[in-house]
């Protein structure tokens, strides 16, 4: 029997299992089932809507399938009824023709009107088995199928079509977004719906603020364009700022007197005077009215002339140094990051340039080491200097990072850079070590050594004229011999460009050349092979010393030059047309193609004139009519022919396109086919006559009129440049108004439509768009084209 009243025991049990339940509560922490139910019924909620909304988009497709298909029926009957009633007339025709005319007329009536009956009839039939349910025909299992694939591919082109439809939708608003369009055009719409919004919730917002990846995405969606726009213009204005590269015309040296008149260092006095009087013939102001630049210059002469005409001048001249304690260099120039390039990286000449800091000692040390060495190889290469405090932007040109100085770089056409540390605190140690370097980095001259390589060199007819330069014996050279050829070394470097230079033996020479004035390795010897063509004559000029043989072949390359047009470009522009030994003019032939009829005819018709020329100038000196004239040189002037080309060629052995400021320059001259230049005064003229029979004669009689160029227009700048990089033709690009508004509308398109591609897909769209740049950026396509066959 169970008691009604529990026991102690049971009380106590019952007592402890409830504070462990409450300890067990308070431990888990109170649950909010209030906020779960409303949570799990919102969530309940959005499931259901969700699926009300799909199956109501089902829904009404499967209506206006079905709709579709019962227009195709009632379509059908009606056809079919019509030719129904047409053949029931046809034989009430036939029938009425064998009675009289009256019964024709009758029965053709009757049938006519049990036809349209009938039709009506079955017109009505049909709209009442369209209207009310009616049973039908069985359909056939294969006509089921057939409408169920019917209406399953009707579904599926309407689907693809609303996804189309939604797919240009997203591309227009992304594209509108980006420029800036579309962002104004759904915040004008958005204020209208935000508001009624708010106002059906008493004023407050119905959005959650709370941080989630969806809003970051629809904010990210909505400001994306214009921030977009904004980093893509600052990139624009940079790209502008990058791409108006200066380059300077005019490279300001400190005036070195000897290369003013043109004269070696070791020159008499008679042929200082003899210079003095040729140039001050072709620059002295009276012969050039109206040209600041030949009174700027003819000054220049005068200084010179008077300096080292006087021999006390010219000894302080020559002994000329800094003042002590200082860095200032007589011998080298002072290079800046804005004519670094143009001096050092587009020069045919080899450059030995040095960074320095004004306050190192190491530096102090080595300068009169520097100066001793520039001055005695300053016909041999080119030396400048750069202040690594004032111009740090000029570091970038140079190989490596600079942390310790003085640090000595050679630059040369075609060959990697080379380096010196010279930290030795000996002056001495320095010197040798320097000297070492300049003998040893200064490019050579190709040297045969036997009779077989000269011949095949020789004989073979592709390529650039040949100078063999022919040596007394086989051995290396030394001592004094070698520090002469140096200067030989830097005339075939300047000058590889327009000729191929070989160096052999006496013994292989006579071997291979078979000439009676090869005196078989007693002397030095220069043969000179212009016309490459098989059985050409060639010239050979024997040699008294090695000094001579830079003169010799400063000649023959003046010579091999005038007989053909070269293509100009940045890096031989000063060498063709601002010679220093005389006045030089270039014709610029443009669009002229290299071997053309009217490239020849060029050449052939200067060739006449610089003869007639010349045949009245020895006319007058033997009349002596004019003593100016007989006391100058040969000639007072020369006109070099260059090519140039008004559009990029895609090969990379063809030449390029002039450079931005070409347009500027040849817009001077009305865009004449063919105007003189003279780089040294920056003045133009324009060719009219289609013949070059007398342009000597109309330079030296002042018949054409010159005129300066404008300041703001850079002569270098016009040359084309075949090394520019992509980098640097692509800011050129974008600085221009067309080509960023180009570039932006290409790379806006670019976003809003790759989204909405497969990977690919877009993978593949981005490879072809980036082949119909590169097929359309001649310079793209020239690097592609080298690249391939170097490879």
Known sequence: ?????????????????????????????????????????????????AEAREAAKVAHQNEKAEQRLQEQRVAEERAKARQIGAGRFERALREGSSGSTFAKGKGIHDEDSEDDDTDIQAAQDAQGRQDSPQPQKKESAAERKRQQALRKADELKFLAEEEQAARRQRILQRLLRLVVVGFFLEARGANGPRKERGKKKGGKNSESSDFSVARVRQTLNEYGGPIFMLLFMCALFGARIMGEDFVPDRLHDEVNFYDVLGVASDASQPEVRKAYKALALSWHPDKNPGCEACTVRFAKISEAYETLNNPSLRKAYDQRRAPDGTLESMESVDLTADDFEVRVKRSNEV???????????????????WEDTAH??????????????????????????????PLVFRFARGAEPELLQAAFMDEDVMHTQFLRFVSETLPTVERF??????????????????????????????????????????VAHTWAEFAEFRMTDGKSAKNVLRDDRLQGGSSWSVAIKSDLRAGSSFEVRPVDEVRHIPDILQDVLAQIVMAQAPPVTLRNHQQLCNSPLIRTYCLMLVDAAGGSNRVNSALEELNASRTTYMHEVQELRASQEDREASEGGDEAFHIQPVRVMTSSSRLPWLPVAAGHAFGAVWNEVHQAPAFLVEVETRRIAAVRTTSYRDLYQQIAYDELKFQDIPEAVSVAGAMPDPEVTLRRELLQILSTVPGSLLAFFVVAATIAVVPELSLVTGGAVVALVVSALVAAWPLASRRCISLVSCA
């Open 1 to 49: 029997r169970t008691p009604l009243v529990p026991s102690i025991h049971a009380t106590r049990r019952l007592r402890g299992a409830g504070c462990a339940a409450r300890s067990a509560r308070a431990a888990m922490g109170k649950v909010d089932r209030f906020a779960q139910l409303k949570k799990e019924s919102q969530s309940v909620r959005k499931r259901v809507v």
């Open 351 to 369: 450059w030995y340039v040095v960074v320095y800091e004004p306050t190192d000692d190491r530096c102090k040390h080595f300068h009169p080491v």
């Open 376 to 405: 005695k190889y300053r016909h041999i290469a080119r030396f400048g200097r750069v202040d690594m405090i004032k111009e740090r932007g000029a570091l970038r040109f140079f190989p490596q990072r600079v942390a310790m100085t």
């Open 449 to 490: 050594g036997s009779a077989d390589a000269v011949r095949s060199w020789w004989d073979s007819r592709t390529g650039r004229p040949r100078i063999l330069i022919i040596a007394p014996a086989a051995g290396p050279l030394r001592g004094t011999i070698s520090d002469q050829f140096m200067q030989v070394q830097g």
